[in-house]
């Protein structure tokens, strides 16, 4: 693949520009320039990969792997499964396009020489494991596209930005109009795939159409700002599930990562900043549907609470968590300096230690008599082995009763912005009629229609795998467009 900055780029000519070198944008690339096409590939960033090389793993359906590893996944139950649970309030146009592409997605990228070592479960019980994980995730699923853009003679501008989608006067892709540091270019193109991800570092976006977004919640994510949302919409493209966010949380607001581990543990209760108890804890095995419950709460924060017996306890075992083959388990992380790591959180004012919950109370801003009430009530079902409220998992009821005791504060999360463009099943962009825009296509985050609110964890690694198969579909669909014409 050529690359780099292409300072003498000038004007181009060729059949497809991808905007965008996430992992829907590389596959988009690969499965265009297999199918003949000329490819050029615009990335804003120094390095392509996007959020897609931070990912775990991808889903598939019915998968070479899947079948190795003696796992059933009927294409038509996840279909069924992944309608059930948003209530059918996405397309099942797309969904159906996108399981039933994913198991020759996974084979694609295994004949391309990526390694699936394991198809783990995500959560306990899940009932059809689908996520695909190689040895090092993402990164190596980019890796494998950017080596096949490379032997398909693809041409990637680093540091290059589109800035404008080009129609001629048919209503028809013409090209894009392209800046790097040194000059501002066109290039003629007869389609043009947009792959630019999300628009979660944009905050104005994000207020405008986010409802539950405030300036607390923390974004884990590239810095992208909905650049190729903006240009579609500009030249009459649709627009769908538009504001939806990809969250998760409870998320700790501290920067120390193994203090952050034991904030969701289960063996902790989460308070509000009323001292109120407002989630079964075993949730933490779910941060996606977790988060949902944190939206409700006064400011969206919530506090962990334990004692030095539970900080004790998590030292000496480690965190618990949800382990590979769908059971609870323990994750061998050494955490010897967790208390040194709690004290400097607390001098950094996100933890409080105290042997008074009084203390506790006044640091989060509850009613003293108010939280507790509520650790009474909680420890008193721990003695019972019985939760009355939440009717959490009785093996994680464990009273808070050794001093000193411990508070941590925290806010919901976002990873990216799922919505955006209107699509259909071809991955064609639609105008405002519904009607595709003749030579435009787009893929992953940056589109709409395709994910609920909240992230089904049943059909796990699905962000990593919208984003490979649509980015494919799309690929596949604009190289015949464009040999058509």
Known sequence: MNSGQDNDAGNLQTDVVVIGAGGTGLAAAVAAAEKGAKVVVLEKA??????????????????????????DAPRDVLFKMAMDFAHWKINPQIIRAFVDKSGDTARWLEEKGLVIDRIPAFVPNQVIRTEHDAVKGGSDVVKILIESCEGLGVRLLRQ???????????GEVGGVLAANKEQEFQITARSVIIATGGYAANKEMLKKYSPFYTEDIRYHGLPHT???????????????????????????????????????????????KRGERYIDETMAFNHFESVNAVLQQPDKVSYTLFDERIKNNIIKEGPVRVAQEGFYGRMGTDLADLAQGLQKEADEGTVK????????????????????????????????????IMAKDRR????????????MKGHPSITTTQGGIKINHHME????????????????????????????????????????????????????????K
């Open 160 to 170: 290059t930005a589109a800035r404008k989608i080009i129609l001629n006067a048919a």
């Open 46 to 71: 120094n390095a392509p990969g996007g959020n897609s090389a931070r990912a775990v793993g991808f889903f598939a359906a019915e998968s070479p792997a899947q079948k190795r590893m003696r796992i």
């Open 226 to 272: 909905g650049d190729g949302i903006l240009m579609a919409m500009e030249i009459g493209a649709a627009t769908e599930g538009l504001g939806q966010l990809r969250m998760l949380g409870p998320m700790f607001d501290g920067s120390r990562r193994h203090v952050g581990m034991v904030y969701n543990q289960p063996q902790t209760i989460w308070v509000n």
């Open 396 to 407: 994680y009821l464990v009273p808070l009763r050794t001093p000193p005791f411990y508070a």
């Open 353 to 388: 230690i105290s042997g008074l919950w009084e203390e506790i109370a006044g640091w989060i801003g509850a009613e003293p008599k108010v939280l507790k009430s509520t650790v009474e009530e909680y420890n008193s079902g721990c003695d019972r082995g019985y939760d009355g």
């Open 429 to 484: 962009v639609l105008d405002k009629q519904d009607s595709p825009i003749p030579g435009l296509y787009a893929g992953g985050d940056t589109t709409g229609g395709w994910e609920s609110d909240t992230y089904n964890v049943n059909l796990s690694g699905s962000g990593l795998g919208f984003a490979l198969n649509s980015g494919r579909i799309a690929g596949e669909n604009a190289a015949q467009y464009v040999t058509q």
